[in-house]
């Protein structure tokens, strides 16, 4: 098996592991790097400090998920009240926008006010000119008809001619006087429209700013309100993540008694009810396939030879059997079937992180767990959860995924009851299929009868 293309293994693998065991971890897994917690795997939890490969590990992952959904928790109240302090912030800026608003429309009322003040002075200006106007027009006219020296000469006196040449005098400096003080406030009127122009200009100013202000948080309010929906969203699946961990633990202690129970049964049957011996005990019977007496074992294949032994080449953690096509590839113990993932084609090499199509399943012999692996599977023939027993064919032998000939890529785990994600888990787990079933002719060719 290609090391290189096996690397890939551990997110297509452990997203298809929780997919068919129904554990749905997908959207936990897609908001790890944001919420900060640690992804975990099936009935064994897999995390950076090692696996839930026991009922007692699971129950302490239970317990993880617990604590790491009260943190959760308490993460949602904390950003619920940063929430809550940025809405209050935002009805400050909304009822501070709103005086702007009253402020600006009573300056446009003043500045439409004064428009009309300024309007009424320069009618009065004009209309003041023009009866000045008038006036000059006709003193000039009676200054040529001599009727201002008749006006004049016809003083009874003195007194009474220094008298009207005064009131004359008086009449046009009073005209005079009367445009200057117009012009004034006039001058004084537009003053203050400018005034009122320039405040209005400034309170826009301000509006636009608080507008600003208010998009900024309410952009910081949608934040979090996406935070809390997040977090909201960690909580449940790590709610719901207990349950079928809980759940897990429950249908593998369920099926492990059954197998245990099959097994006795078996057992009973063959030693033939009498301190004879024990006709074979965990033997295959007539199988053939010179496995020694109560190792539970068998090969995984009747024939084949071993291509690439454990190790032939760096982190190669498997044993390689080549054969042609077709051949039959067998259980290698009593167990259950924890996983499969098919849907592989030659040529396909990063199919199922380049497993190809490929069975896990389960085991529990002398008290140990274990699993075993088959990898680039031509095809499937059981299905998850199915009780299998040794020797019996579950698919077979192909070129699919990452491989380049025909072979079967076998694996055994040990201490573990899962098919793990990642490929430092199975590392962790893993032996020398030869320590565990030794290979006739030490691993060249061999053929048996089964």
């Known amino acids: 098996m290609n090391t290189k293309k096996e690397k890939k293994l551990g997110a297509r693998v452990m997203n298809k592991t929780l997919k068919k065991v129904g554990f749905s971890l997908a959207a936990i897994l897609l908001l790890s790097a944001y919420i900060n917690f640690t992804p975990f795997n099936l009935s064994g939890v897999s995390t950076v400090d090692g696996a839930c490969g026991t009922t007692e590990e699971c129950n302490a992952e239970i317990k993880r998920l617990e604590e790491e959904r009260e943190k959760k928790q308490a993460e949602i109240s904390g950003y619920e009240d940063t929430t809550d302090g940025i809405q209050n912030k935002i009805f400050g800026l909304q009822e501070e926008r709103d005086l702007i608003d009253s402020q600006i429309t009573a300056l446009d009322n003043s500045i439409s006010a004064i428009d009309g003040e300024i309007k009424t002075l320069e009618e009065s200006i004009t209309k003041k000119h023009e009866e000045i106007r008038n006036r000059m027009e006709r003193m000039q006219l009676a200054i040529k008809g001599n009727q201002y020296l008749d006006f004049l000469i016809n003083s009874e006196s003195l007194t009474d001619l220094i008298r009207r040449a005064d009131a004359v005098e008086s009449i046009t400096s009073y005209d005079k006087d009367l445009i200057s003080q117009i012009s004034a406030e006039k001058a004084q009127v537009v003053a203050f429209q400018e005034q009122q122009a320039e405040q209005r200009k400034q309170q826009e100013s301000k509006k636009t700013e608080t507008e600003t202000l208010i998009a900024e948080q309410q952009q910081l309010q949608a934040d979090f309100k996406a935070k809390i929906a997040a977090a909201q969203s960690s909580a449940s699946d790590l709610e719901l993540s207990q349950g079928e961990v809980q759940a897990q633990i429950d249908k593998l202690e369920e099926l492990r008694k059954q197998q245990e129970e099959e097994e006795k049964n078996n057992n ?76 592989c084609y030659e040529g396909n090499r990063s199919c199922n992180g380049g497993f190809g199509n490929v069975i896990a399943i389960s085991h ?64 962790a787990h893993s032996v020398d299929s030869v320590r565990i079933i030794p290979y006739p002719n030490g691993g060249s060719e061999w053929s048996s009868s089964w």
Not at 306 to 319: A, E, K, M, Q, R
Not at 404 to 427: C, Q, W
Request: glycine letters at 22%; aromatic letters at 10%; proline letters at 2%.
């Open 268 to 343: 009973n049957n063959n030693n033939g009810g009498g301190g004879e011996e024990n006709g074979g005990g965990n033997e295959s019977g007539g199988g053939g396939s010179g496995v020694p007496s109560g190792s539970g074992w068998v090969l995984p294949t009747a024939s084949g030879t071993v291509t690439c032994s454990y190790g032939c080449y760096y982190d190669h953690i498997g044993t390689d059997i080549g054969k042609y096509g077709g051949t039959n590839v067998l259980a290698a113990a009593t167990g259950i079937v924890v996983y499969t993932a098919g849907g």
């Open 364 to 427: 529990r012999i002398n008290g140990r767990d274990y699993v075993t692996v088959y990898a680039h599977l031509q095809s499937i023939y059981v299905s998850e959860w199915q009780t299998v027993s040794a020797g019996q064919s579950i698919g077979y032998m192909g070129n699919t995924g990452d491989s380049y000939g025909t072979h079967l890529h076998f694996e055994v785990l040990v201490d573990i009851n899962y098919m793990p994600g990642s490929k430092a888990t199975r590392r």
